[in-house]
């Protein structure tokens, strides 16, 4: 759309930020400069804007703001047939501090990055719409995009208002149902995870995903089971990895006794699974008005698996203020991602989880084979822990 940019010096490097910015605008360039600070704008013209607006930014006449976005409800702010819709930002806004930002802009519908040179200060806010600032030699830059400011730039917390100097922040008011979506495998870890998530909130769901695995009938069992426990709903989520397979053991036929080895390293990997997961239960949540997913990553099996690394977790958490839309938030929440599986255990008992019901197993046996990897984390877990395993291995 465009890109703001600006500063608390105009020097030598804050034109180069003015040229490298333009990449994101070229119809339009507009700065205003006051008492040494400065704001920019560059102006890609939307296709539903006039080319030659009235007015272009920046606009307000006590203060200055430029915007990066667009407003569907301009109209109702008061903007006039051949103004920028931009123009709702100084017709609605109360600019006296961060706080008062945030209520006011409460009345804007649409996506915006904007930034407000006010006397000695300027406020940044934005819902999903990048900001960028970077310190550098006493003076403060901001931009649209990270490498306009070089590496060492900090991105505007998503959804939230800010002062550029101070750097006192408050976040945005966005819709998150007190409900919870628990990815279960019908294991150990989401077992353990249900308990706790069933304390913490009003509703929740068990979602599973088929993917195909030798032990899917055995772990929706397992999840119908946990489910009756807590007295909830459960869902059987289809998720054809036909074209996925590749040569993952847990979609071949012969019976999977990796056992330590497995636990040392990914034998059985199932390619970007938790990935396509979380994906698709971000998309699940939205859809059906959920605010939190749980998933039972850990840091044991981090240690093998890629995808059960909490910093990989904490990742994906930080995108989701856009993958969902705009004033929606679906938070990922793990909390077993700094336990090892002893202590999963001892989670599950605190927390009432009823992990005798779990499975763990990778094979599709009467019972838990007691030979891959899990059943090996498994029953070395409840040894460690010294409580009662009440599962059955072996036929």
């Known amino acids: ?3 703001i940019l600006g500063g608390t010096k105009l020097d030598e490097f804050g034109f180069k930020i003015y040229q490298q910015a333009k990449d994101r605008g070229r119809d339009f360039t507009s700065l205003v400069e006051q008492n040494g600070l400065w704001i920019c704008n560059h102006r890609a013209t939307p296709t539903n804007e006039k080319l030659n ?8 006449i006590d203060y200055k703001i430029v915007h990066n976005g667009t407003v569907s409800n301009d109209k109702e702010c008061g903007v006039l047939q051949n103004e920028l819709d931009s123009k709702a930002f100084a017709n609605v806004l109360d600019v006296k501090n961060i706080y008062t930002i945030k209520d006011t802009l409460k009345k804007i519908q649409g996506s915006f990055a904007i930034a407000i040179l006010k006397e000695n200060d300027i406020l940044l806010a934005c819902n999903y719409k990048p900001i960028f600032y970077l310190k550098r030699n006493g003076e403060i830059y901001f931009s649209s995009l990270k490498k306009h400011l070089g590496k060492n ?17 408050v976040e945005l008011d966005r819709t998150q149902p007190d409900r919870a979506l628990i990815i279960c495998s019908g294991g150990l870890d989401s077992t353990a995870v249900t308990g706790y998530a ?8 068990l979602v599973h995903f088929d993917y195909g695995c030798k032990a899917t009938e055995k772990e929706i069992s397992s999840i119908k089971l946990i489910a009756e426990h807590f007295k909830i709903e459960h869902e059987v989520l289809n998720l054809d990895y036909t074209k996925f397979k590749g040569t993952s053991t847990l979609f071949q036929e012969e019976v999977i006794e990796t056992g330590k080895e497995g636990v040392e390293y990914a034998l059985d990997w199932v390619y970007a699974r938790n990935l396509v997961m979380l994906s698709v239960a971000t998309a699940y949540a939205e859809a059906n008005r959920f605010g939190y997913i749980y998933i039972g990553s850990n840091l044991e099996e981090s240690g093998a698996y890629p995808d059960n690394e909490e910093q990989f977790m904490i990742d994906f958490n930080n995108l989701l203020y856009g993958a969902v839309n ?12 700094g336990l090892m599986k002893k202590e999963i255990v001892l989670f599950g008992v605190e927390h009432e989880s009823p992990i005798h019901l779990s499975w763990s197993c990778y094979n599709n046996l009467k019972n838990h084979c007691g030979k891959c990897g899990p059943c090996y984390m498994r029953k070395k877990a409840f040894d460690r822990a010294k409580i009662k395993d009440k599962t059955i291995y072996g036929n």
Do not use: D, W
Request: glycine share 6%.
């Open 198 to 205: 069933f304390k913490k909130h009003k509703e929740m769901k």
């Open 326 to 337: 705009n004033g929606y938030k679906v938070e990922l929440l793990t909390p077993l991602g």
């Open 153 to 169: 730039a900090i991105r505007v917390k998503p959804y939230s208002v800010m002062n550029l100097k101070t750097e006192e922040l």
């Open 53 to 60: 607006p009235l007015q272009n930014q920046p606009f307000g």
């Open 1 to 3: 759309m465009c890109s």
